[in-house]
T-cell receptor, first 114, second 114 residues
Framework: NAGVTQTPKFRVLKTGQSMTLLCAQD?????MYWYRQDPGMGLRLIHY???????AKGEVPDGYNVSRLKKQNFLLGLESAAPSQTSVYFC?????????????FGPGTRLTVL | DQQVKQNSPSLSVQEGRISILNCDYTNSMFDYFLWYKKYPAEGPTFLISISSIKDKNEDGRFTVFLNKSAKHLSLHIVPSQPGDSAVYFC?????????????FGKGTMLLVSP
């Protein structure tokens, strides 16, 4: 049982390049989330999904797109990376509505945009 | 507008003493509160939670207190251990009215010295 895994762990991009971050969970969770963590800013929700085939915007969605084609995977895309997207990205998943349970986080992806 | 506030960026405590981490919130609709712990280069992990119908929840060395009238909660760690050194995030979620997302504070870095 690997829990929540993220690929890649580190990435350096040049401004304007695109990339996709992959999140996978093996806990059969319905809900999945993408956060970014910046120094002094805590965790901010980018996008989330309440089930396969669904996505919704979080607090800071601009510049990102997501897809949830399979229940176990949640992809975060950057179409044209900007230095402001330099951050640590965390994926999380949960089974219940958050009022009932906890979110399980992946180890993070450290992204640098030059 | 920051709805969950952790006003102390850092806290230093000696091993064996009590650590008290504070969190304030402004949204009166918040109904459920969680604390997450994060070590460097790892994802956050769930620590303890409390529902608004309670004023205290205890789990081993960790106790969370909730003062709804003051919109304040605190995490007490007794006794503190060096392994507790980490960043602690307070998070909150509104009551059950459809799906709700977590709102995180900016975190407090706890350093427990031997």
């Amino acid at each position: 049982n690997a829990g929540v895994t993220q690929t890649p762990k580190f990435r350096v991009l040049k401004t304007g390049q695109s990339m996709t971050l992959l999140c996978a969970q093996d806990m059969n969770h319905e809900y999945m989330y993408w956060y970014r963590q910046d120094p002094g800013m805590g965790l901010r929700l980018i996008h989330y999904s309440v089930g396969e085939g669904t996505t919704a915007k979080g607090e800071v969605p601009d510049g990102y797109n997501v897809s949830r084609l399979k229940k176990q995977n949640f992809l975060l895309g950057l179409e044209s990376a900007a230095p402001s997207q330099t951050s640590v990205y965390f994926c999380a998943s949960s089974y219940f509505d958050q009022g009932d349970g906890e979110q399980f986080f992946g180890p993070g992806t450290r992204l640098t945009v030059l | 507008d920051q709805q969950v506030k952790q006003n102390s960026p850092s806290l230093s405590v000696q091993e064996g003493r009590i650590s008290i981490l504070n969190c304030d919130y402004t949204n009166s609709m918040f109904d459920y509160f969680l604390w997450y712990k994060k070590y460097p280069a790892e994802g956050p992990t769930f620590l303890i939670s409390i529902s608004s119908i309670k004023d205290k929840n205890e789990d081993g060395r960790f106790t969370v207190f909730l003062n709804k009238s003051a919109k304040h909660l605190s995490l007490h760690i007794v006794p503190s251990q060096p392994g507790d050194s980490a960043v602690y995030f307070c998070a909150a979620v509104p009551g059950p009215s459809g799906y709700s997302t977590l709102t995180f504070g900016k975190g407090t870095m706890l350093l427990v010295s031997p």
